[in-house]
């Protein structure tokens, strides 16, 4: 979700302005993928490297999942939505993780679409974790190197509560950038993508339908012959 601060740039505002319509577009996209019938939506919301930007900009991207969760958890309730996460959020602030806490358990019984926050994360970090915990069995002796296959490293990721929808289908990144950031890098090993110029806070629902008929255009093989 890329653009937020070149929007607000455009209209002489500060970057605030453009975190807080960014999340505005977060509940458009959210209803508009749930109704497209969507299983998992995944929003890159925070990433382990964004601690490095100005402390007042930090500090109002931690005060955003309070405010949305405070506000929109009834509508994605009444939408059948569940709330995950996924991340360290045990360095979050208190009121942030409290709040996170509280939308996934509020939402757990429902059995529509999921909508997986990245907070506080990054792939090179989740597959470091992954491997610590590979080798900690390893070393208790209740692992088998030998038997270590894709499926051992999937299971150690923190999208295995996904189960079979771990991997995304299609990875769209907005504002023109092209790079995947550090994104579910071990996921998207055969993940379509789309690149959109528009800024997060324009993009909507018509902009998610146009990206999907995209994918839907596209031949996946997975390196494969048909």
């Known amino acids: 979700m890329d653009g937020n601060g070149r929007w607000a740039k455009k209209r002489f505002l500060p970057r605030i302005a453009g975190h807080k319509q960014g999340m505005d577009t977060v509940r458009t996209v959210t209803r508009a993928a749930s109704d497209m019938g969507i299983k998992v939506l995944t929003l890159y919301a925070f990433s382990t490297e964004n601690w490095g930007r100005p402390q007042q900009e930090v500090s109002y991207l931690m005060s955003l999942p309070v405010t949305f969760f405070n506000k929109f958890v009834p509508e994605l309730i009444e939408q059948n939505v569940r709330v995950m996460v996924m991340g360290d959020i045990t360095k979050l602030p208190d009121s942030t993780r409290q709040a996170t806490e509280k939308a996934i358990a509020d939402t757990a019984q429902n059995t ?46 923190m999208t295995a509560p996904l189960g079979d929808l771990a991997d995304p289908d299609l990875l769209i990144r907005t504002s023109g950038e092209e790079r995947i950031s550090n994104f579910l890098l071990w996921q998207i090993a055969y993940s379509e993508m789309v690149f959109t110029d528009k800024l997060w806070p324009d993009f909507d629902g018509d902009a998610l339908l146009d990206a999907v008929k995209q994918y839907a255009a596209r031949d996946r093989r997975f390196g494969k012959v048909k």
Do not use: H, K
């Open 112 to 157: 529509g679409m999921v909508l997986n926050f990245a907070l506080n994360y990054g792939g090179r970090d989740e597959i470091v974790r992954g491997v610590r915990d590979i080798a900690r069995q390893v070393a208790a002796g209740d692992l088998d190197p030998d038997t270590i296959d894709d499926a051992t490293v999937a299971q150690s990721l």
